[in-house]
């Protein structure tokens, strides 16, 4: 009698992972179906946007356990009721309370490409950036360079003031599933806001930090370091000097995308070329003195009080 | 008496969705608890690569059933068992019997960060662009270039043989989706092979094609110029020199990350930065000068006659 596709599927008998996406929750499989290879592509179905009113109910979300809490940010693994017979395993993010800052940055946002030169920078990002590390808002980063937090979670430090960093998992990974490994790296010292701060002084610093990251991600996780990008956002999220550390394999969308993202290395060599300049006896710049092109949400206090304006030749509020 | 992380989230009262990824399956919902303003976000987890050997046997897809069926592909429907109180809802699709074709179109290029030395661009890299760009292998662009192919598609064109380039969708567009917009650039000038070849002589004609292109585009779709970005690729897929002109808002995956693309006004800058160097007295340099740090498929003939000899301490095949 002939085999159901049901059946067909039971019968597989697997081979090897072909593919994995684990930014879109996916997973291709090759193995054989009765000595006919077969593929199986799996993956995670989308929430159901309807249910979200009670999606933190005790029927919406039946399980559910504190991982890790800092200040206003708090990470829960929970199971979510999709239906009589499926509980998905869920990450779940609270940020409690919340400011206006963290409502827009969560919100679905056209994005602008915006070319900020080293006047708007110096005239009206530098004054936002201000804003930015005032009344205590990088106290959640000062709670992990002082030991306040998370401090059972660092794989690397480095104690020095100048040239010491903290290494140490995002809160975005699962600390399992390696593909998505993401780390990230806060150093020690507080005079560098963003990359507009570096110049060819601190090559020694982040030369040293690169190697240092590397090998003590790739001794702590036996992955090599061929596997790893190293990775800095302009904008940053927050204004205290930080790397991201990803697995090459880990799609991380826009956060790894040109317009937000900037590899380290290249950092690196854009300081060695400006290194030149004042090698030649040429005026000393930093990334101070660039044009850089990026991209910024249209909730984004940036567009909203700075760039949209400069667009329609009104003054910036800021 | 205080209450715990868990009982604040049961708290949250729901006010409305900000964002919804379908794509990567994540959910921020913004509400209140106890008054005060709160963010969540829920995210699914990925697939555990570690169960795939099981993971469509009875314990690690409960439940299943078709839902459609066409020639070798099947859909169906199942309840993924992710631990004992979490059962994932997953669609999962079966190719039954499979080609060559398809496993390669399933199959993850494992992907290698490698650092590009000035040195190992002199000595190899350029010799296997030199077998790239002989035997006619760019014969398909040198049709466009001459309109014996695709002209009736070209969107814009300066027939300048030095300062020219074209225009034109890429292939990839379905031509109607404005956020899905993606063209190329392809100059007419034949001694550019890719960034390697760029030096501060090219600035002038760099800045005006990319002036030209953006207004080009936004006259020609209607769409204004900073919702566009231009970038090119290192290593690209082919080596005549060429744009990429994507929409902001279209996920490009890897083809926009870096370890691949860069953006022309970073490389702009770049250039800029090493017009300094000249200006200052300081010997010329170029892009050829630069180590640069991208990402190489493990299937790339660069990976396998290039840079895995030379991590295994071989001399490259080239």
Same mark, same amino acid.
């Given at each position: 009698?002939?085999?159901?596709?049901?059946?067909?599927?039971?019968?597989?008998?697997?081979?090897? =992972?072909?593919?994995?996406?684990?930014?879109?929750?996916?997973?291709?499989?090759?193995?054989?179906?009765?000595?006919?290879?077969?593929?199986?592509?799996?993956?995670?179905?989308?929430?159901?946007?309807?249910?979200?009113?009670?999606?933190?109910?005790?029927?919406?979300?039946?399980?559910?356990?504190?991982?890790?809490?800092?200040?206003?940010?708090?990470?829960?693994?929970?199971?979510?009721?999709?239906?009589?017979?499926?509980?998905?395993?869920?990450?779940?993010?609270?940020?409690?309370?919340?400011?206006?800052?963290?409502?827009?940055?969560?919100?679905?946002?056209?994005?602008?490409? =915006?070319?900020?030169?080293?006047?708007?920078?110096?005239?009206?990002?530098?004054?936002?950036?201000?804003?930015?590390?005032?009344?205590?808002?990088?106290?959640?980063?000062?709670?992990?360079?002082?030991?306040?937090?998370?401090?059972?979670?660092?794989?690397?430090?480095?104690?020095?003031?100048?040239?010491?960093?903290?290494?140490?998992?995002?809160?975005?990974?699962?600390?399992?599933?390696?593909?998505?490994?993401?780390?990230?790296?806060?150093?020690?010292?507080?005079?560098?806001?963003?990359?507009?701060?570096?110049?060819?002084?601190?090559?020694?610093?982040?030369?040293?930090?690169?190697?240092?990251?590397?090998?003590?991600?790739?001794?702590?996780?036996?992955?090599?370091?061929?596997?790893?990008?190293?990775?800095?956002?302009?904008?940053?999220?927050?204004?205290?000097?930080?790397?991201?550390?990803?697995?090459?394999?880990?799609?991380?969308?826009?956060?790894?995308?040109?317009?937000?993202?900037?590899?380290?290395?290249?950092?690196?060599?854009?300081?060695?070329?400006?290194?030149? =300049?004042?090698?030649?006896?040429?005026?000393?710049?930093?990334?101070?003195?660039?044009?850089?092109?990026?991209?910024?949400?249209?909730?984004?206090?940036?567009?909203?009080?700075?760039?949209?304006?400069?667009?329609?030749?009104?003054?910036?509020?800021?």
């Amino acid at each position: 009698m002939a085999s159901t596709p049901e059946d067909d599927l039971r019968a597989f008998q697997f081979e090897r =992972v072909l593919n994995q996406d684990t930014g879109r929750k996916t997973l291709n499989l090759l193995g054989s179906i009765n000595g006919q290879p077969a593929i199986i592509t799996a993956e995670k179905t989308a929430f159901n946007a309807d249910r979200a009113p009670a999606l933190v109910s005790p029927e919406g979300l039946p399980s559910l356990h504190l991982l890790q809490k800092n200040d206003i940010y708090h990470w829960f693994m929970g199971t979510l009721q999709q239906s009589a017979d499926a509980a998905a395993a869920v990450k779940v993010n609270l940020i409690y309370p919340c400011t206006d800052v963290h409502i827009k940055k969560y919100s679905a946002q056209k994005p602008h490409m =915006v070319v900020e030169t080293p006047e708007v920078y110096a005239r009206y990002v530098s004054r936002y950036i201000a804003e930015k590390v005032a009344g205590g808002r990088l106290n959640w980063v000062y709670n992990i360079l002082e030991h306040r937090s998370e401090s059972e979670k660092i794989v690397y430090e480095d104690e020095d003031k100048l040239t010491g960093f903290i290494l140490l998992p995002d809160l975005k990974w699962d600390l399992v599933t390696m593909t998505s490994l993401y780390l990230s790296v806060i150093v020690h010292r507080t005079d560098i806001r963003s990359i507009r701060d570096l110049n060819a002084s601190h090559l020694a610093f982040l030369r040293s930090m690169r190697d240092r990251v590397l090998s003590a991600t790739s001794d702590r996780y036996a992955i090599a370091s061929d596997e790893l990008k190293v990775y800095v956002h302009y904008q940053p999220s927050y204004y205290h000097f930080h790397l991201h550390v990803v697995h090459v394999a880990h799609d991380m969308g826009s956060s790894a995308a040109v317009g937000k993202a900037i590899l380290l290395d290249e950092v690196i060599q854009t300081l060695e070329v400006m290194q030149r =300049v004042q090698a030649a006896g040429g005026t000393e710049i930093g990334y101070k003195d660039l044009e850089i092109t990026y991209l910024v949400g249209e909730e984004h206090d940036l567009w909203r009080r700075v760039f949209e304006p400069l667009k329609q030749g009104l003054e910036p509020t800021i």
